[in-house]
């Protein structure tokens, strides 16, 4: 487990993490979401001891992993802006990383690049930038890390090789109990990964939510009447959102599926119908509650 108290890291004037208090549980996969320049990075590298707090802790299993060297070898930065050895090739990395990590394992390190189709002999500077973000994600995963620390760790990737990487970290978790904890400015990139999500918002923690417990208690509902209903006609309902086409409303709404829908069923509807929420539509109902615009604080 991952623990952090009054974390902060300021450079010169600028406070880029301010006093961040948050826990990030084994074997399951934290998303950390936030616009550029929210502090996203600079956390990150605390996190995996590659930058020292100016105050506060960062504790893995109970250890300050700061100048922690057997803890280290538990823990895998792979950072937005990739950095390879000069002329390097994905296996003379693999040889590096093999001096530091003790369970990097070489037969999968193979048997991945050959699925993804990466010649382990070529310089990486030759690759596209998929290919480099693929080839440092496969060291990643290799290094028998048990926490994996990715800055924007879809960038550049196409949707196929998006998919099997996340298809990669849901075996590890299963496995071995690796923990991913996953950066991003992009919400739609960790909706169907993440077990736990926080909001970076200027250095500081706005809400960090069990992703299941935000869904719970707000419902989306989708339906259509023989005459116009506005938002006045549904008093009875905590409405979080209210959109209107003629007859046709979808409304988002804070209390149990069976109330919202008994109110919707007293209007008579021609049709009314349960839709899933995005993780983008809790994030905009969670955030618009604390007085926030998600997509002023990350698009």
């Known amino acids: 487990m991952i623990a952090t108290e009054k974390l902060t890291k300021r450079f010169?004037?600028?406070?880029?993490?301010?006093?961040?208090?948050?826990v990030m549980k084994d074997g399951s996969?934290?998303?950390?979401?936030?616009?550029?320049?929210?502090?996203?990075?600079?956390?990150?590298?605390?996190?995996?001891?590659?930058?020292?707090?100016d105050s506060g802790t960062v504790r893995i299993d109970g250890e300050d992993i700061w100048e922690n060297a057997a803890l280290k070898e538990r823990?895998?930065?792979?950072?937005?802006?990739l950095s390879f050895f000069r002329n390097a090739t994905p296996q003379s990395m693999?040889?590096?990383?093999?001096?530091?990590?003790?369970k990097f394992d070489q037969a999968r390190f193979e048997k991945l690049t050959?699925?993804?189709?990466?010649?382990?002999?070529?310089?990486?500077s030759t690759f596209s930038k998929g290919m480099k973000r693929q080839t440092a994600l496969i060291l990643a995963v290799c290094s028998g890390a048990d926490y994996i620390f990715c800055d924007e760790a879809f960038d550049g990737l196409d949707p196929v090789a998006r998919q099997s990487i996340k298809s990669i970290f849901?075996?590890?978790?299963?496995?071995?109990?690796?923990?991913?904890?996953?950066?991003?400015?992009?919400?739609?990139?960790?909706?169907?990964?993440?077990?736990?999500?926080?909001?970076?918002?200027?250095?500081?923690?706005?809400?960090?939510?069990?992703?299941?417990d935000m869904k719970l208690g707000i419902h989306k509902v989708h339906a259509a009447f023989n005459r116009q209903y506005n938002k006045e006609d549904f008093q009875t309902l905590e409405i979080l959102r209210f959109e209107q086409r003629g007859s046709l409303i979808t409304m988002t709404?804070?209390?149990?599926?069976?109330?919202?829908?008994?109110?919707?069923?007293?209007?008579l509807p021609i049709f009314a119908e349960m839709l899933p929420l995005s993780l983008e539509e809790i994030f905009i109902c969670?955030?618009?509650?604390?007085?926030?615009?998600?997509?002023?604080?990350i698009f």
């Open 12 to 22: 010169d004037d600028t406070v880029a993490v301010d006093s961040v208090d948050t």
């Open 29 to 53: 996969v934290f998303g950390l979401i936030g616009s550029n320049g929210a502090g996203k990075s600079t956390f990150l590298r605390m996190l995996a001891g590659v930058l020292k707090p």
């Open 75 to 81: 823990c895998f930065l792979v950072p937005d802006e």
């Open 94 to 102: 693999a040889n590096y990383y093999k001096l530091y990590y003790s």
């Open 114 to 124: 050959s699925a993804f189709g990466l010649y382990t002999g070529k310089r990486i």
């Open 170 to 212: 849901v075996n590890d978790m299963q496995e071995r109990s690796m923990t991913p904890i996953i950066a991003s400015h992009n919400l739609r990139e960790l909706e169907d990964i993440c077990d736990h999500v926080g909001l970076l918002h200027k250095g500081g923690i706005l809400f960090s939510r069990d992703l299941d």
């Open 253 to 267: 709404a804070r209390g149990e599926a069976e109330d919202i829908m008994r109110a919707i069923q007293e209007k």
């Open 286 to 297: 969670e955030t618009e509650v604390k007085g926030y615009d998600i997509k002023k604080l």
